[in-house]
């Protein structure tokens, strides 16, 4: 599983070339090359990987403030097709997680560890008013429990995307 994610918090307009190569180093390449490591026995075992994306990649509106995040995501999305298209027995997967804060300790997010929280509290109602941040966020220990269902019975099948939100916002999706 691939789940690496940078997310820088600024406007696109202040990203410089550094904030771009961080955020595709590790939201694409990162897991291009990781990927391309595993290939020998992921081909080998007709094995799964899956890697996690973003409902901002896949279902929202761009988000203020997110803009490479966002682009890298949606990068991350095509990498995952392409993967599929060249080595078709390999069960590649996208899973499209929705709002999580993360958990404790190994479960911890880093990705907010950044942010300027003046500039977060400047986005914030755009985020609101979009309905991109509500009061449903998901348990990280119930999507660790839907990836481990899904890696553990893949046996041959293909599943190409799977989606992880709360019941209010599946609900409205």
Known sequence: MYCAGVG??????????ADWRRTFDTNVVGAALVT????PHLTAS?????YLSSISAS?????PGLGAYVVSKAALDKLIEAWRAEHGSVGFTRVVV????????ASATSLTAEWDQDLAAR?????MAKGYVNSDFLDVDEIV??????LENRAGTSIPSITITARSIAASS
């Not at 007709?46 to 899956?50: E, L, P, Q």
């Open 8 to 17: 820088i918090l600024r406007p696109l307009a202040e990203l410089d070339a």
């Open 36 to 39: 391309k490591a595993a290939l």
């Open 46 to 50: 007709n094995g799964t990987v899956a």
């Open 59 to 63: 279902f929202t509106d761009p988000w």
């Open 98 to 105: 929705g709002n999580c804060v993360g958990g404790e300790g």
């Open 123 to 127: 986005f914030y109602p755009a985020w």
């Open 145 to 150: 429990r839907v990836i481990a269902n899904l």
